[in-house]
């Protein structure tokens, strides 16, 4: 399933003496999951924790809320490396974890990060994975319709075009419903291993927590028929669950909007809700963009309006932090639209507010659906009809002035700062930086 390379012109490789055993290169296994281990030891600091990363994501650690870091810590003795190399008395050197896979892309990497003692960081080694999809065997009746993007690009509104549509599930009275990202999670979550000390701290009592299976790791793995239903026909099993947990909604739902065929549900979707595309593969998927400096605008005015942040934005952020922050969410936009784009659709807000029929019509056929204009005119009269409640949800006079406005609102030196830090992006969805 992986294989590894090692951090040798690494500058800080020097602070620390280490050795990963597994994986070896060329490694494969029957499960979701990857097994990690071996040993660090800090020449002048004493080790800490090791951390698994995106490696493009690991240069920007101070922006990162690293609650959501894989972290496995040495907890393993290793009488033989103690025996070559001498350490202080009660330093434990060793690591050994599995970690699930699953939610992750097709092929991916991951740093390993040593963290010392006095917080500085030493990339140790990357592990390269390509990984099969999960299949559960689950046969759906509605195919998800995923629109993805950042918030603030139009999506709300998006959402209520695709409402009006009678074969498209949408639960009208709370347009921001997401069913299936809430099972895809739970499928996520439950399906991967826990290391020992996860599994002995897992609190019984927290009826609100979910986590890792506490019972997916030794000494019960030790046995290899059971590791290989806990690693992969359980997490089938799990998802199919899933499945079927999130469609009954929309099914009950359509049949209570009085849609009494529909084809698909609809639901506001994450860049990084991999497991879902590989759950479905007849899945359709837009994305949904706008100028991403048009996107800062609109949230920095948005949050002035309410009063308080959102999207990603910490209380202590400048403006200057967070767009740099925002930049790690364009780039995860990037990588989806980037393997996605053979079998998705590319949609800009600009284009559906300029040319609103053709938009929605080019979607419809995206979709195999009823692309005729008086069906996509229907869609906007719909759902244009008490658009004054979304008054609250504007920041700008109308959608047309909302176009450009980086370059009445944003001051000299923050339309600098998302030209450089943005740059990447606006070109890969056809904007000019």
């Known amino acids: 399933m992986g294989q590894r390379s090692f951090h040798a012109n690494s500058p800080r490789l020097s602070e620390i003496g280490a050795l990963v055993d597994v994986p070896l290169a060329g490694t494969k296994n029957d499960v979701h999951a990857l097994d990690l281990s071996g040993w660090v030891l800090g020449r002048t600091s004493r080790v800490s924790t090791l951390e698994v990363w995106q490696p493009e994501l690991a240069p920007h650690r101070r922006l990162i809320d690293l609650s959501s870091v894989r972290r496995i810590p040495f907890s393993v003795d290793r009488p033989d490396v103690a025996a070559h190399?001498?350490?202080?008395?009660?330093?434990?050197?060793?690591?050994?974890?599995?970690?699930?896979?699953?939610?992750?892309?097709?092929?991916?990497e991951w740093l390993l990060q040593v963290i010392l003692g006095n917080g500085a960081s030493v990339p140790l080694a990357t592990v390269r994975v390509k990984r099969e999809a999960l299949r559960s065997g689950f046969e759906p009746k509605l195919q998800p319709l995923m629109l993805t993007g950042l918030g603030r690009s139009g999506s709300t509104w998006a959402m209520r075009l695709l409402a009006e549509h009678p074969q498209i599930v949408v639960q009208r009275n709370f347009a921001d419903t997401r069913v299936s990202e809430y099972w895809m999670r739970v499928a996520r979550i439950l399906s991967q291993p826990a290391s020992p000390e996860q599994s002995?701290?897992?609190?019984?009592?927290?009826?609100?927590?979910?986590?890792?299976?506490?019972?997916?790791g030794p000494p019960i793995t030790?046995?290899?028929?059971?590791?290989?239903?806990?690693?992969?026909?359980?997490?089938?099993?799990?998802?199919?669950?899933?499945?079927?947990?999130?469609?009954?909604?929309?099914?009950?739902?359509?049949?209570?909007?009085?849609?009494?065929?529909?084809?698909?549900?609809?639901?506001?979707?994450?860049?990084?809700?991999?497991?879902?595309?590989?759950?479905?593969?007849?899945?359709?998927?837009?994305?949904?963009?706008?100028?991403?400096?048009?996107?800062?605008?609109?949230?920095?005015?948005?949050?002035?309006?309410?009063?308080?942040?959102?999207?990603?934005?910490?209380?202590?952020?400048?403006?200057?932090?967070?767009?740099?922050?925002?930049?790690?969410?364009?780039?995860?936009?990037?990588?989806?639209?980037?393997?996605?784009?053979?079998?998705?659709?590319?949609?800009?807000?600009?284009?559906?507010?300029?040319?609103?029929?053709?938009?929605?019509?080019?979607?419809?056929?995206?979709?195999?659906?009823?692309?005729?204009?008086?069906?996509?005119?229907?869609?906007?009269?719909?759902?244009?009809q008490d658009s004054a409640a979304f008054m609250d949800h504007r920041t700008a006079p109308s959608a047309l002035a909302s176009i450009g406005r980086w370059r009445r609102d944003l001051p000299a030196e923050t339309q600098?700062?998302?030209?450089?830090?943005?740059?990447?992006?606006?070109?890969e969805f056809g904007y000019d930086p």
């Open 222 to 384: 030790d046995d290899p028929s059971t590791h290989l239903w806990l690693g992969r026909s359980y997490p089938e099993q799990l998802a199919a669950f899933c499945q079927g947990a999130a469609e009954q909604l929309y099914l009950h739902t359509a049949h209570s909007q009085g849609q009494g065929q529909p084809r698909y549900f609809a639901e506001k979707s994450d860049p990084t809700a991999w497991l879902i595309r590989e759950l479905y593969p007849e899945l359709r998927e837009v994305f949904l963009v706008r100028d991403f400096r048009d996107l800062v605008s609109s949230i920095l005015a948005f949050d002035v309006k309410r009063g308080f942040h959102g999207f990603g934005r910490k209380p202590e952020d400048r403006d200057a932090d967070y767009i740099q922050r925002f930049g790690l969410s364009t780039m995860h936009l990037c990588t989806a639209w980037r393997h996605q784009a053979a079998r998705a659709h590319l949609l800009r807000y600009e284009d559906l507010v300029l040319n609103p029929v053709e938009s929605i019509q080019r979607v419809l056929e995206y979709l195999n659906l009823d692309a005729s204009p008086s069906v996509a005119r229907r869609m906007i009269d719909g759902a244009s």
């Open 85 to 108: 190399h001498p350490t202080p008395a009660g330093i434990t050197c060793g690591f050994s974890s599995s970690l699930g896979v699953i939610g992750s892309p097709p092929e991916f």
């Open 416 to 427: 600098q700062l998302c030209q450089d830090v943005l740059a990447d992006a606006l070109r």
């Open 200 to 216: 002995k701290a897992f609190p019984m009592t927290d009826v609100w927590s979910v986590r890792q299976n506490p019972f997916y």
